[in-house]
Each structure stands twice: as C-alpha cells, then as structure tokens.
C-alpha cells in the first residue's frame, strides 16, 4: 500500500480507546491531562529546539531524526508531522531540497543525507528497533564522520522519545489526517514559537 492509500486508509479508523478528545494525533493524547501535556510539549522542546550541551544537530536535523524514527515505527501522524517541521525548518534555512530530503527520511532512504547525518540517522533507527543492538562502532561511525558527543547523546534520546510519541498514537488509535499537507500551518507555529508555546494552537486536519 502507498503512504497516500495507508493514510486514507488511517484517517478512516476510529479510535480504540473510548473518552478520547476529537483532535487527532499526539494531541489527543495531550489533552487527556493537563499535566501530560505539559510534559509531553516540554520534552520536545527540550529534544527538538533548544540547546542541547555539547550538540551541533540544527532544529532541521533533529526533526528529520524524529521523521525517520515515526516512520521505522510506520506512525504516520508523527512522521508527517515532523516531516513538515523539518520543511519548514530547512526552508528557511535557506535548503532548496527540503521536500527531497523530507521524503529521504519518510522511505528511509539515508544515502540521500550526508555522513555525519547518514550515521546519525542509523544510530537512530538501532535505537527503533533494539536499543541494545547499538554498538560502540555505531557510535564511533557518527563521530568519525563529524557528529559530537552531544549529537550521539540527543540522536539516542530523540529516537527514544519518539518511540513513545508514536506508541502514544498508534496504541490510542487517534485521529490521522489524510494527507500530510494538513500539517501546513501548525508547521509554522512550531517552526516560529517551539512546542510549548500558547501560540501554536492550529489542529491538523481541522476545517
């Protein structure tokens, strides 16, 4: 099935826990409490946008890390959400192949990114599949080609997170939009104002 028939195919699908707000994705999850919310928005600022000690990763890099770990986890919601983060990001980071690197990410296609990030990138997909699979030499690839200390440490700890955000999702069932140019907007409030802003209250998929 292509990712534009398994999206339809989701966005179809009703939730299989029942009390669920009617918004779709990781911010149904959110909105169960109060205090999740919080915790949840804070941790992907702390991951995604601010300073990491020690890291060089660009906001553009961390969200294609995340996009790349939704999508070994085939939850559609987060990958095309952070998908659009990472376009926005790179756009205006000046990237004339924002869409290119974008899909790179959601078909897993890392000879597309450089050395460093291609390192990353798989460190991060071993983290997906069996955390203790990763292995020292994974480690030294990704400083070899570039990447710190702080690169490998917010690599290992952003694909951890994301495999909670997307087991969050899918294991709730919540909402996913049909297409991923519903993520347009709320892009661009994340790309301006973080996660945890007031600011960023666009839903996804709403008319």
Known sequence: MTHDAERRARALEAPVVAGLPDVPGIIAAMRLSPGLEVHLRGLADQLLVKEFPGATLSRAERELIATVVSA???CFYCMDSHGAFAAELLLRDGATDAAVKVDAAKTR????????MH???HLAR????????VTRADVERATAAGASDGDTQLTVLIASAFCMYNRMVDGL???TPPTADAFVARAKEIAEHGYSDARVQSIPGAK
């Open 72 to 74: 070994e986890n085939e």
């Open 109 to 116: 296609q890392l000879d597309a990114f450089t050395p460093k």
């Open 126 to 133: 071993t983290v997906q599949g069996r955390s203790r699979d």
């Open 173 to 175: 069932r919540a909402k």
């Open 119 to 121: 390192a990353l990138l």
